[in-house]
């Protein structure tokens, strides 16, 4: 249930609010949409909104990754065991990995330069959208957020800072893969082994092929919570300063340019 009622279709609209969290339009820059798909495929259509895209694309990652060990052959060649990377690497899965990794980088930068597009025209006609939304499930609502507080709380597990700005989808798929990294790679006990100073054993029981995909997953939630964090901010100040307007602003106002007020 939600607290938004419209007679009229609109052709687009600026923003959603959801019980598992806020649809939004904003400016993006391409490029860095399709940098995240390079880090890790699904991050940039995540980023975007397209979560069923970006969890399949994230998914089909993971599982070619390790069909292909492909993360275990990339810690050897950057050591200049070539040999061993070889013999690590199976060529069955490795081209099928390749036309998807290549799709989600192009397919994410498009979708971005369009959505720019969309948010323009939706900026322009400015339709009305739901603010506050509420079910059984979760109660969901348009507020000021602090980016520093999303950064800081993406810094400790990823997924905390995307709890707090209400990205409940993205936060479950983050914690799920977060904790799953953390079992299979020993990631815990090779940090107490390096803060130890025992670098041989840190380095033997850390299992490499599961390790390297949490750098990717770490920053990513850092950018997204910290980045969604501001624009839910700017959200909120325009859909305030928009019902201020329409509600108690006197029809006969008129500021003109320049005017100091």
């Keep these: 249930m939600n607290n938004f009622r419209n007679k009229y279709r609109n052709r687009y609209y600026h923003a959603f609010v959801t019980t598992f969290g806020t649809i939004q339009l904003h400016q993006r820059n391409p490029l860095v949409v399709a940098l995240w798909s390079v880090a890790f495929p699904g991050f940039g259509h995540i980023l975007l909104h397209k979560f069923i ?7 089909w990652e993971f599982y070619i990754n390790q069909k292909t060990q492909l993360n275990t052959a990339i810690v050897y060649s950057f050591n200049g065991d070539i040999a061993q990377a070889k013999a690590v690497l199976n060529e069955k899965y490795i081209y099928l990995y390749i036309p998807v990794y290549l799709f989600a980088i192009w397919d994410s930068y498009r979708t971005a330069v369009d959505l720019n597009k969309i948010h323009l025209l939706a900026k322009r006609e400015n339709a009305k959208y739901p603010n506050f939304s509420v079910s059984p499930f979760e109660v969901n609502y348009l507020d000021k957020k602090k980016p520093w507080i999303a950064l800081v709380w993406a810094m400790t597990i990823p997924s905390l800072g995307q709890l707090y700005i209400h990205r409940i989808l993205a936060a479950v798929l983050t914690l799920a893969m977060t904790v799953m990294i953390v079992i299979h790679s020993n990631m815990i006990e090779g940090m107490h082994y390096f803060l130890l100073g025992n670098f041989p054993k840190s380095r033997e029981v850390m299992g490499v092929q599961w390790f390297l995909y949490f750098p990717s997953i770490y920053f990513f939630t850092m950018y997204d919570s ?10 909120f100040d325009w859909e305030q300063a928009d019902y201020l307007k329409e509600n108690h602003q006197p029809q006969n106002f008129v500021l003109h340019k320049g005017e100091k007020v």
Excluded: Q, R
Aim: charged share 10%.
């Design 53 to 59: 895209s970006g969890f399949a694309l994230f998914f």
């Design 226 to 235: 910290y980045t969604n964090a501001v624009e839910l901010t700017k959200l």
